[in-house]
């Protein structure tokens, strides 16, 4: 019997994992199964230990229950450790369940190996702070960043986020109203503004004639940020497709032991946005 896998969230009919981890065992020779599963609730728990049973290898998992799989996990990876939300549950041989977090790293790996995004030395301006963003800023760091200004609507929200990284002079916090009006070398849209047609509130001078713009949502057309951001004359403007798809190749690495070619899986994908 093949291998099982899934994704659990509520909702989850948009999710595109499924097709993108067919693709990647089609392309690896791996044999395995990979389904959407609508998940209540009140179920979570006892769903994930129904399914990590017998020919259920690894779930990944999304909203609203990355925080609920943190606590869940008797084991975790540092960047899971430190995100406070995990993606990605498997079992390690002594039986415990294991979380990981792969977003930071597909993050990254989008910017750096599929935008041509330099990661080293950078001035990152990241917008919003909740748990998309708290997932990316030890990967960010960890890639050689120069420094990080978390902006957020609520400075307290920031300072709670930045505080998580007090050891680490490099993540400042800031509210929307006192972002310099200076260019970034980066600037990374973690707010679900994107999903209601808005703009977060940063000034025009935060992009300069290098700059790159990064949406971590995505969609058929321009998200607000990204239009914003071209408008600005951003060197680079990047939406988040790429981040789904390296993020699931790690979770895919991580349970099978191959890492995926992902290039060809997300112009795939783009492809099929822009056909509607």
């Given at each position: 019997?093949?291998d099982r896998y899934a994704v659990f969230g509520n909702p989850i009919a948009h999710s595109k994992s499924p ?131 978390v902006a957020n609507r609520t400075l307290a929200r920031a300072e709670t986020l930045a505080e998580l990284f ?50 971590m949502m995505y969609g058929a057309e321009p998200t607000p940020f990204c239009r914003w951001a071209s408008e ?45």
């Amino acid at each position: 019997m093949a291998d099982r896998y899934a994704v659990f969230g509520n909702p989850i009919a948009h999710s595109k994992s499924p097709q993108i981890h067919a693709r990647f065992a089609k392309q690896t020779g791996q044999v395995l199964t990979y389904t959407a599963e609508h998940i209540e609730e009140n179920d979570f728990e006892a769903a994930v230990e129904r399914f990590l049973q017998g020919d259920g290898k690894g779930l990944n998992i999304t909203v609203p229950f990355k925080e609920r799989a943190w606590a869940l996990a008797q084991w975790r990876s540092e960047r899971a450790e430190l995100a406070g939300a995990v993606n990605t549950l498997y079992r390690l041989d002594d039986g415990r369940i294991a979380g990981d977090n792969t977003d930071g790293i597909g993050l990254v790996r989008d910017l750096a190996d599929n935008s041509g995004v330099t990661l080293n030395g950078a001035r990152v301006l990241v917008l919003g702070a909740g748990g998309a963003v708290r997932g990316v800023l030890q990967p960010l760091l960890a890639a050689g960043v120069a420094s990080i200004l978390v902006a957020n609507r609520t400075l307290a929200r920031a300072e709670t986020l930045a505080e998580l990284f007090a050891d680490d002079s490099r993540v400042r916090a800031s509210g929307f109203d006192q972002v310099p009006a200076e260019a970034f070398d980066l600037i990374i849209n973690g707010t679900s503004a994107s999903l209601q047609g808005e703009l977060p509130p940063v000034p025009a001078a935060a992009v300069g004639a290098s700059t790159a713009c990064y949406d971590m949502m995505y969609g058929a057309e321009p998200t607000p940020f990204c239009r914003w951001a071209s408008e600005q004359g951003a060197a680079r403007v990047v939406d988040g497709l790429g981040m789904l798809v390296e993020q699931a190749a790690e979770s895919f690495r991580i349970w099978r032991g191959v890492q995926p070619d992902t290039e060809s899986v997300i112009a795939d994908l783009r492809a099929a946005l822009q056909a509607g």
